[in-house]
């Protein structure tokens, strides 16, 4: 037993909340998935990443941070034809999402960031910050954590373009890193094709660490990879899994630093005539 963690959300009673809102603690949310990664990873990989950077970066510096349990489910639709792999509507994930944003805003916490460990989430984690902008007193920011990752990753890897995109060389390092009992390596496949199912092309190529290509084509799960895995997951090593994380948190870190220095603007009102009609609905 070691007693509650101040940099641990729920660890916390609601007084000591009222004291982190008064030290101007930064929230991360980590967002994530269960769902299926190929033969050889588990099903929380994308919660257990996430979830771990935010907590090692809450441990770092526990003066300026609190990490909030993680959200275990995201959107998933395309991936349902693996079993083990749990889909949230998009409309549910927004909405869930954007309420647990809005609660700690309520509470009183100006600067939140939501750290997604999945890639489907991203775009509607991007939507759900700047929505949750628009509609609270706070500023909410996202990311996806291998983002932050992406040049240590470079100067570590050795598969192409598209090795890197799921279940693949920098997943499967970084859970090597993170907890290798849980990773069956003799399990591990690779395949490259992506989400679009196009082993090589210019334009829909995609890699979590090289970026997607110019166009974005999507398509089920199970047509483009036969085992779940789309990437070099055999090229993954414990060490390229503590450059990833390294690098994760400590620009992680690096951002929470220059978030709390960023001011939230007042609006301006620029309009000759205001209408009598009540505006929008998400803008009351
Ligand atoms: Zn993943």
Redesign the pocket.
């Known amino acids: 037993m070691n007693g509650p963690r101040d940099y641990v959300y729920a660890d916390l009673t609601w007084e000591e909340i009222n004291d982190a809102v008064l030290a101007k603690k930064v929230i991360l949310l980590p967002v994530g998935?269960t769902?299926q990664?190929g033969p050889h990873?588990p099903l929380d990989?994308?919660v257990v990443?996430p979830t771990s950077v935010c907590m090692e970066a809450g441990r770092r510096q526990p003066d300026d941070i609190l990490v909030m349990p993680s959200i275990p489910y995201g959107y998933n639709e395309h991936a349902l034809d693996f079993p083990g792999t749990t889909h949230v509507h998009y409309d549910h994930f927004i909405e869930y999402c954007l309420d647990v944003v809005k609660s700690v805003a309520h509470a009183g916490f100006g600067r939140i960031v939501i750290v997604n460990?999945?890639?489907s989430n991203e775009h509607l984690c991007e939507f759900i910050a700047r929505r949750a902008t628009l509609e609270t007193e706070a500023l909410i920011a996202s990311t996806t954590w291998t983002n932050l990752a992406v040049e240590a990753f470079e100067r570590v890897r050795e598969s192409g373009h598209g090795g890197a995109a799921?279940?693949c060389e920098l997943?499967t390092s970084t859970y090597l890193y993170l907890d290798p009992s849980k990773v069956r390596m003799d399990k591990a496949v690779d395949h490259y094709g992506g989400a679009a199912g196009v082993e090589s092309s210019r334009f829909t190529a995609v890699d979590i660490s090289k970026g997607w290509g110019p166009v974005k084509l999507v398509q089920w799960t199970s047509s483009s990879t036969p085992n779940g895995v789309s990437g070099a997951a055999t090229l993954a090593t414990r060490e390229k899994g503590e450059a990833v994380f390294e690098a994760a948190v400590g620009n992680l870190l690096a951002f929470v630093v220059e978030f709390k220095g960023i001011e939230k603007a007042e609006r301006v009102d620029h309009r000759a005539v205001r209408p009598k009609l009540p505006p929008l609905p998400s803008t009351d």
């Open positions: 998935s769902e990664h990873l990989s994308d990443m460990g999945h890639g799921h279940a997943e």
